[in-house]
């Protein structure tokens, strides 16, 4: 039987969530960022509806749709299997926004997080290509004061790169009223120079900054940039 997943959130529908077990379910609103009010009220009362009444209390129909084209699916299904190891089910996210390119698959095996994958054309994959050889580079140089999301996996198939990542815990979180940012003092070999070598920034712009969109801690927006590194040494870490 082929799964089954709901369109969420109401009327955006950017998400495709799993209805296969209540934790699953709850995996897939995890990975929904809302930043309005609105957004976070629904967010929140889809998951605590969810705990209640199990997968039957998020509303809407099902559809057994894939989040691709089934013959581009069928190829990323198999090669993601190869490569993330058994999974019974997965959530799905695309931009809300019509005109962005992309696709993120949170994948899951008895409602836990195993990966999260990011597909891009292979036309347009440069900035993944980038964000994952940055996160390996980050990996090498073991920093102790900021978390990020290992790099675990990366190949093309059917005209498109994936990436995989280990995926943070599914949960919902507060809402972030303003951006905030915190700093931590990070000695000269938590930013390493191969940053440098490896992935030229533009000039004066040093080290890198890990960033999480919408709810901190979100299983889904995770993303990577250049900043500047001030002359007291310190690495900043922004949530946006």
């Given at each position: 039987m082929a799964l089954q997943h709901k369109r969420f959130p109401p009327g955006r529908g950017n998400l495709l969530i799993p209805t296969s077990t209540r934790a699953a379910t709850l995996a897939g609103i995890a990975m929904y960022s809302p930043s309005t009010r609105r957004g976070f009220l629904v967010q929140r009362a889809a998951w605590y509806s969810v705990g209640l009444f199990g997968s039957k209390g998020l509303p809407g129909n099902s559809n057994a749709a894939p989040p691709l084209a089934p013959e581009v699916w069928d190829e990323l299904h198999a090669a993601l299997l190869a490569e993330a190891g058994p999974y019974d089910d997965w959530a799905a996210h695309r931009p809300p926004d019509p005109h962005r390119e992309g696709l993120g698959i949170l994948l899951l095996q008895e409602g836990r997080p195993v990966a999260f994958v990011k597909v891009r054309r292979e036309r347009n994959c440069e900035k993944l290509r980038r964000e994952f050889e940055a996160l390996g580079l980050v990996r090498e140089a073991n920093p102790h004061s900021f978390g990020f999301t290992e790099p675990l996996f990366e190949g093309t198939v059917a005209g498109r790169l994936y990436a995989g990542f280990a995926p943070l815990p599914a949960f919902i979180g507060r809402r972030l009223h303003r951006r905030s940012t915190a700093s931590w003092p990070i000695s000269p070999k938590r930013c390493p120079r191969s940053l440098?070598?490896?992935?030229?920034?533009?000039?004066?712009?040093?080290?890198?900054?890990?960033?999480?969109?919408?709810?901190?801690?979100?299983s889904a927006d995770i993303s990577t940039s250049w900043i500047g590194r001030p002359p007291d040494g310190v690495l900043l870490v922004q949530t946006r």
């Amino acid at each position: 039987m082929a799964l089954q997943h709901k369109r969420f959130p109401p009327g955006r529908g950017n998400l495709l969530i799993p209805t296969s077990t209540r934790a699953a379910t709850l995996a897939g609103i995890a990975m929904y960022s809302p930043s309005t009010r609105r957004g976070f009220l629904v967010q929140r009362a889809a998951w605590y509806s969810v705990g209640l009444f199990g997968s039957k209390g998020l509303p809407g129909n099902s559809n057994a749709a894939p989040p691709l084209a089934p013959e581009v699916w069928d190829e990323l299904h198999a090669a993601l299997l190869a490569e993330a190891g058994p999974y019974d089910d997965w959530a799905a996210h695309r931009p809300p926004d019509p005109h962005r390119e992309g696709l993120g698959i949170l994948l899951l095996q008895e409602g836990r997080p195993v990966a999260f994958v990011k597909v891009r054309r292979e036309r347009n994959c440069e900035k993944l290509r980038r964000e994952f050889e940055a996160l390996g580079l980050v990996r090498e140089a073991n920093p102790h004061s900021f978390g990020f999301t290992e790099p675990l996996f990366e190949g093309t198939v059917a005209g498109r790169l994936y990436a995989g990542f280990a995926p943070l815990p599914a949960f919902i979180g507060r809402r972030l009223h303003r951006r905030s940012t915190a700093s931590w003092p990070i000695s000269p070999k938590r930013c390493p120079r191969s940053l440098d070598r490896t992935m030229p920034a533009p000039t004066g712009l040093q080290c890198m900054e890990i960033s999480h969109h919408g709810i901190f801690g979100s299983s889904a927006d995770i993303s990577t940039s250049w900043i500047g590194r001030p002359p007291d040494g310190v690495l900043l870490v922004q949530t946006r």
